[in-house]
């Protein structure tokens, strides 16, 4: 059986930190929420929720120690839960209370870090609950690994039982030399009652299933046609629902549209799913001829063996008649319904309903997959020949012995291959041997892992039915990266010289340890707004009342000595509006801190995507995009030499408190030569997906680099997508090369952030996105200056203020809803969109002839 199942969908389980809180009968109960590891005291979540400490509830004489994670990936918003750990290295039960006949979801939170002296790779362990297998031989670290994630949640429907308490015990493998088990956060949450429906089990007409029973493990939750949904936005269950776009099977997406002027109206109860998901839909569309001849098709990875409740919302908000749309659905090529026409269902127009089936996938080549079709049906002479779906959730089912568990994921083939590579290839390395390297077999080496690096980032396997599938989609390298340098050289100084030159201190304010101190209340977790390669940052307060951000170097961190210098000796030369002011620095004992003007809105990144509390409007966009284009412009003419940042990406924008743009992080800036002089021969870094291709292919660095990465950030801003989503089809993973094939084939607007739909001047848009097509060109000479790009924005700019009427008209204005396109994005690809080349080796200063050791730091998940 293939081992890759169920975990597919850890995008969709959970990605985020869950619950805000639960409203059951009007009442507010978020439950129990437990940080393990926590100390006494509570601590609150980016949510403001409050998680209490979990040591109470361990029964008595269990043994176990708390631990806090060595470093904290940037894709961690929050500390609670994932910071602290409880590892168990022999069975330990918690005792939960609980309410007899009460149903709960359990979820449970792991992020495989280093605690204390503890491998992750050694954690492999069993959960159970009530005598309930939840998890079995479970290795966090092996799943994340296999599917770049940082972190996972499970959640878990439990069925009720006449007891007060629910027992959850947590038991290392015997397996495993050393296994231990962990948990860095618990949630027990009543529900009220969701699955007391029956069910038909496909295929078996005379038999049905009723899963208010049962104990269910959530698999997928998916918002048909719509956009993600936060769990503060769900109908008081603090669900998280995700973009369908990636488990549409083949190019046959339909049409996704969204209600206007439509109010949906509740027959049922309004915790079954938010009006978000029956406001939005994915259908067929308009032409009969070609709807005849397709499917609309999902298709899910799961573990063979088990039964599937699977459950589809339906809402029509544009038919009013029995018959008017009637269509059939298929689970694994098996029919569920051969008339549904939600209509006759629901009784009305806008009124939601879901249906529940059951379906049991086999062990067999190919089986491991749960297939959802919708296709017309002309048999009862339908008004429209048409078909939609609002929603779906799978849930899995336990089996007869009460087991709900999984194999673990098993890397690619291609991942292990390039892990080998790199292992390889940076054993091979040496400070002494880094030029031969370059010309003999370490080019090769270099190559061949680049190869398998570049074919992971760009190659996404489709699974078709009745195909074995041995791999969980597409994988990106995921590794730990490793210099030539030694330690001293990475996490402080070796002797007890500065590493900054005397100039820039003279242009810089020194800081003593103890004001570093004083500005971050001794560096309080409190105070940590950003988290990166180089270390963590907190906000300070420093003299007068002065906001300050203090970037504080980690001493395990890959990012040290090196960038820690070339900012500072960057930034004390330079003043723009829109470049971040570096105020001063501290190098006292082992700690290195760099201290700049505060930003109060953070990055351009955390305002574009799904989830964002803040929704910008065009002419913001476009403003911020001139302002970081100035501060850029400055930085490539503005000086005696160009200076290349390098490093260009929506995260190293950020925005003062009044959304001016300013560009930041400077650790991997090169001064250039005179313009006259062409480009620099230098060591690849950057971060994938803005990556400059001719950059990347010659090692040859010119200010066209920036540009380069700037058009990406442009399509960015246009689409509010990643510029890297593995969750897409081949050919639109790169959001450079989607985004370039919409706008030759006249399809751009297609993509565009839904946000913005008809609220963007044509013109503008037009003007923008030719703007942002040169950028993109292959080779530098064809791209446009950091000047030209200026004009041709601020042409956009005026384009949009100067012309009324710019808003789009519908393919349908005169209906009640609206045709829209999606962004396509998810907690993973923005996890992913991190990743960078690069850190503070740069292989005998980045001369000429080091080419050949070029990829000495392959992308790993610290990112910077």
Request: contains cysteine.
């Amino acid at each position: 059986m293939s081992t890759n199942t169920h975990v597919i969908l850890l995008p969709l389980v959970f990605v985020s930190v869950f619950l805000n809180a639960i409203h059951v009968s009007s009442k507010q109960n978020e439950g129990l929420l437990l940080s393990c590891g926590l100390a006494d005291g509570v601590a609150n979540d980016t949510d403001g929720r409050k998680w209490e400490s979990d040591a109470k509830y361990l029964s008595g004489g269990s043994k176990s120690i708390t631990s806090r994670a060595s470093y904290q990936d940037p894709s961690l918003q929050a500390e609670v839960p994932y910071m602290t750990a409880r590892i168990f290295t022999s069975e330990t039960t918690y005792k939960l209370p609980t309410k007899p006949n009460q149903h709960y979801w359990l979820r449970l939170h792991f992020y495989p870090s280093t605690y204390d002296s503890q491998n992750p790779s050694d954690a492999y362990f069993s959960v159970t609950s009530n005598g309930i297998t939840l998890l079995s031989n479970f290795s966090a670290y092996v799943t994340c690994q296999a599917l770049s994630q940082a972190y996972i949640a499970k959640e878990y429907s439990l069925a009720p039982s006449n007891s007060d308490s629910l027992s959850v015990t947590f038991k290392p493998s015997d397996k495993h030399n050393g296994a231990y088990a962990f948990v860095n956060g618990i949630e027990l949450i009543p529900v009220p009652e969701l699955f007391n429906e029956s069910a038909v089990l496909v295929g078996f007409s005379d038999q049905t299933i009723v899963a208010n029973t049962s104990n269910l493990e959530t698999m997928f939750r998916l918002n048909v046609g719509g956009q993600y949904i936060s769990p503060i936005n769900d109908s008081g269950l603090s669900r998280t629902w995700y973009d369908d776009t990636p488990y549409i099977f083949g190019a046959a997406i339909g049409i996704t549209s969204e209600a206007k002027n439509v109010k949906v109206d509740y027959k049922m109860p309004e915790y079954v799913a938010p009006p978000d998901v029956y406001s939005t839909s994915r259908s067929m569309g308009v032409e009969k001829n070609v709807n005849k001849n397709f499917n609309l098709t999902w298709i899910f990875q799961v573990d063979a063996n088990f039964t599937y409740l699977v459950r589809l919302h339906f809402c029509d908000y544009r038919s009013d008649k029995v018959n008017q749309v009637v269509f059939s659905i298929l689970l694994n090529n098996q029919t569920a319904e051969a008339t549904a026409d939600v209509i006759a269902w629901s009784g009305g127009k806008a009124v939601p309903v879901y249906k529940d089936y059951a379906v049991y996938v086999k062990d067999g080549p190919g089986d491991e997959t749960l297939q959802v079709d919708l296709r017309t049906n002309e048999e009862t002479k339908p008004e429209f020949l048409d078909a939609f779906l609002n929603g779906v959730e799978v849930f899995k089912m336990n089996d007869t012995s009460g087991n709900l568990a999984g194999p673990n994921p098993q890397p690619s083939a291609m991942l292990v291959k390039a892990e080998e590579q790199l292992k390889s290839f940076q054993q091979a390395e040496s400070p002494n041997k880094a030029k031969v390297i370059g010309t003999a077999a370490g080019g090769a080496a270099g190559f061949a892992v680049v190869a398998a690096l570049c074919i992971a980032v760009y190659h996404r396997k489709k699974r078709v039915p009745g195909a074995d599938s041995h791999t969980s989609s597409w994988l990106p390298l995921y590794g730990n990266s490793h210099t030539s340098g030694n330690k001293s050289t990475i996490s402080g100084k070796s002797n007890g010289s500065s590493h900054v030159s005397a100039m820039a201190q003279g242009l810089s304010r020194h800081f003593s340890l103890a004001e570093i101190l004083h500005a971050t209340k001794k560096f309080d977790e409190s105070n940590v707004i950003g988290v990166g390669g180089f270390g963590k940052v907190y906000k300070g307060v420093i003299d007068d009342g002065t906001k300050v951000a203090i970037k504080r170097s980690n001493p395990s961190s890959e990012q040290g000595v090196n960038e820690f210098q070339t900012e500072i000796e960057m930034l004390s030369k330079l003043r723009h509006k829109h470049l971040v002011s570096l105020i001063g620095f501290c190098e006292e004992g082992e700690e290195m801190c760099l201290v700049y003007d505060y930003m109060a809105k953070g990055t351009l990144r955390e305002h574009l995507y799904k989830g964002s509390k803040t929704q910008l409007s065009w002419k913001q966009r476009l403003e911020i995009c001139i302002g970081a284009a100035r501060g850029l412009h400055y930085l490539h003419t503005g000086a005696k030499y160009t200076i290349i940042h390098r490093d260009v990406k929506t995260t190293n924008i950020l925005l003062d408190e009044n959304w001016v743009a300013k560009v930041s992080d400077f650790g991997l800036s090169k001064t250039g030569p005179d313009l006259n002089q062409g480009h620099v021969s230098t060591v690849v870094k950057g971060s994938f997906g803005y990556l400059d291709p001719e950059y990347f292919r010659r090692q040859q660095l010119t200010e066209k680099s920036d540009v380069y990465s700037f058009g990406v950030v442009l399509f960015e801003v246009l689409c509010a997508r990643p510029a890297l989503n593995p969750n897409l089809a081949k050919e639109q993973v790169s959001l450079a090369d989607w985004a370039l094939q919409c706008k030759r084939k006249g399809t751009l607007e297609d993509i565009i952030d839904p946000q913005l739909k008809g609220k963007i001047n044509p013109e503008s848009m037009i003007k923008f996105a030719d703007a942002a097509e040169k950028c993109l060109s292959d080779h530098g000479l064809d791209r446009p200056s950091m000047n030209d790009l200026l004009w041709n924005l601020e042409f956009a700019l005026n384009l949009q203020e100067n012309t009324e009427g710019s808003s789009h008209s519908s393919r349908r204005e005169e209906s009640e809803f609206e045709e829209i396109s999606l962004s396509n994005q998810d907690q993973r690809a923005m996890h992913l969109s991190k990743l960078s080349l690069g850190g503070e080796d740069e292989m005998s200063k980045e001369s000429s002839d080091s080419s050949g050791a070029i990829f000495s730091q392959i992308v790993n998940p610290k990112g910077r």
